[in-house]
Nanobody, 117 residues
Framework: VQLVESGGGLVQPGGSLRLSCAAS????????MSWYRQAPGKERELVAL????????NYADSVKRRFTISRDNAKNTVYLQMNSLKPEDTAVYYC???????????WGQGTQVTVSS
């Protein structure tokens, strides 16, 4: 199983980025997909979650109404659209896949998002 994130980078406050996570070697619709982030000196935290066929969504309070998680099961890909970015959104963002059947989970390698003027 491989999760490959892309789309990170440097953006000014108020800007937008779209992260993508492409999954391989798994039955994608069996997996709840999440984005986590970890800022320097802080614990990894859940940012957003989307269930297997997109019927359920969950967001951290700090990103509600700014971030949107979505998935395309035909492309085995999950997205995180991030708008109105703030400096406190700066972190490494990780893709996470958890099987709804076995509970097995996987992590991506992470992509850096830096919000700075």
């Amino acid at each position: 199983v491989q999760l490959v994130e892309s789309g990170g980078g440097l953006v000014q406050p108020g800007g937008s980025l779209r992260l993508s996570c492409a999954a391989s070697a798994l039955t994608f619709s069996w997996y709840d997909m999440s984005w986590y982030r970890q800022a320097p000196g802080k614990e990894r935290e859940l940012v957003a979650l989307i269930t297997g066929v997109g019927e359920g969504l969950n967001y951290a309070d700090s990103v509600k109404r700014r971030f949107t998680i979505s998935r395309d099961n035909a492309k085995n890909t999950v997205y995180l659209q991030m708008n109105s970015l703030k400096p406190e959104d700066t972190a490494v963002y990780y893709c996470h896949a958890r099987s709804r059947i076995s509970g097995t989970f996987y992590w991506g390698q992470g992509t850096q998002v830096t919000v700075s003027s």
